[in-house]
């Protein structure tokens, strides 16, 4: 009898959960590189699916032209109900290193003085998209 009030005491009791951060489209763009390789999960409106089979989904955070890529990496692809609702992926922060054009070519040529190599450093831009293995639908 004991036994038994015992087993339905603990099955009535929640047990503490650790809840882990979910990050903005923001937070992910701005922390990047000390997000890089860890598995978390980034909330945003998705704004766009990728055409040829829904592969991409791309995640606002608000601001206007700031958008995440997340690539669908451990599933067939994003459903086409994800357009225009908000999404909750998780999923594998990576980086990739971009080269830009124009005004900042010019200041890095300048920076590196007369007739010095470019670095090709200052010429690139880091951009940060997420590898993930799930999603769900936040609103519809």
Same mark, same amino acid.
């Given at each position: 009898m004991m036994a038994v009030a015992l087993v339905a005491f603990t099955a009535c009791t929640k047990q503490p959960t650790v809840s882990e951060p979910v990050y903005t489209v923001s937070d992910v763009l701005t922390q990047g590189d000390s997000l890089m390789s860890d598995?978390? =999960?980034?909330?945003g409106y998705c704004?766009? =699916?990728?055409?040829h089979g829904g592969k991409k989904a791309f995640l606002n955070g608000g601001e206007q032209g700031v958008f995440l890529r997340c690539n669908a990496v451990d599933f067939e692809a994003f459903a086409p109900e994800c357009l225009n609702n908000t999404l909750r992926v998780r999923g594998l922060v990576r980086a990739i290193d971009v080269p830009v054009e124009g005004q900042q070519v010019a200041q890095e040529e300048e920076h590196h003085h007369e007739g010095g190599e470019a670095c090709g450093f200052c010429s690139t831009?880091?951009?940060?998209? +997420?590898?993930? +293995?799930s999603y769900e639908i936040i609103t519809e």
């Open positions: 598995t978390i =999960l980034v909330e704004m766009h =699916l990728c055409k831009t880091r951009k940060y998209y +997420v590898d993930a +293995v």
